[in-house]
């Protein structure tokens, strides 16, 4: 039972799935990831602090990943990141998807937007391996929320990921233990006119494509924002 219902829900992310690779698709996906993530940052005083945006070694943005279960519960979504460079900037955008479950008494579908902030070396790494699986791989937790982080948070720790979830106008830090990230390698084929690794992207090997300067503009604005806030 559980396997077949597994496989129904498969059935059904791969009905959102189709022509993800399409240009307009792609565009798409780029422009979205711009929205939410200026409209996050600038939700009043239930932002990310300008605190954990300064310290970020990437950002990575999810736009309407969908949610939907019957008893048992699938995410699945296709997002974009981009990591400071050596240089001090901010690199070209790197496409992924994330793939994750859970049992729980869940009927419906929704879509989220998320974000990933990735806060150190460590979780850069993960980024840059072939797929890597949130909470085994890599440590994640749920990023504090407001214009400032609290003093006494230990957001600054060890903590490789800080995610973050926006639902029907609701924010919040969120949890994202077991899903799993993999390179979007046919939409980075589509999207670069050819085959490029995450390392070339996100080392800033790699010219930001138009279709992408939207997005990498919102976070460089975010991070402006939030020098300027100290």
Known sequence: MKHTIWLLMLVFIAGFSCAATSPQKIDSRLKDAATALQEIINAPDKGIPEEVIQHAKCVAVIPHEIKAGFVFGVRHGKGVVTCRTQQGGWSAPALFTITGGS????????????????????????????????????????????????????????????????????????????????????????????????????????????????????????????????
């Open 103 to 230: 049992w729980g008494a869940q009927i419906g579908a929704e879509g989220v937007d998320n974000v990933l902030m990735i806060m150190n070396q460590k979780g850069m790494d993960r980024l840059l391996s072939d797929k890597f699986q949130i909470g085994a791989d890599a440590s994640a937790a749920a990023g504090p929320v407001g214009r400032h982080a609290e003093a006494g948070t230990d957001w600054k720790l060890d903590t490789e990921i800080l995610s973050y979830s926006r639902a029907k106008g609701l924010f919040a830090g969120a949890t994202v233990d077991g899903a799993v990230v993999r390179p979007d390698k046919e939409a980075m084929r589509a999207l670069y006119g050819r085959t490029v690794s995450p390392q070339e992207v996100l080392s800033g090997r790699v010219r930001i494509p138009a279709e992408a300067r939207g997005f990498v503009a919102a976070v460089r604005s975010a991070e402006r924002e939030a020098r300027a806030a100290k």
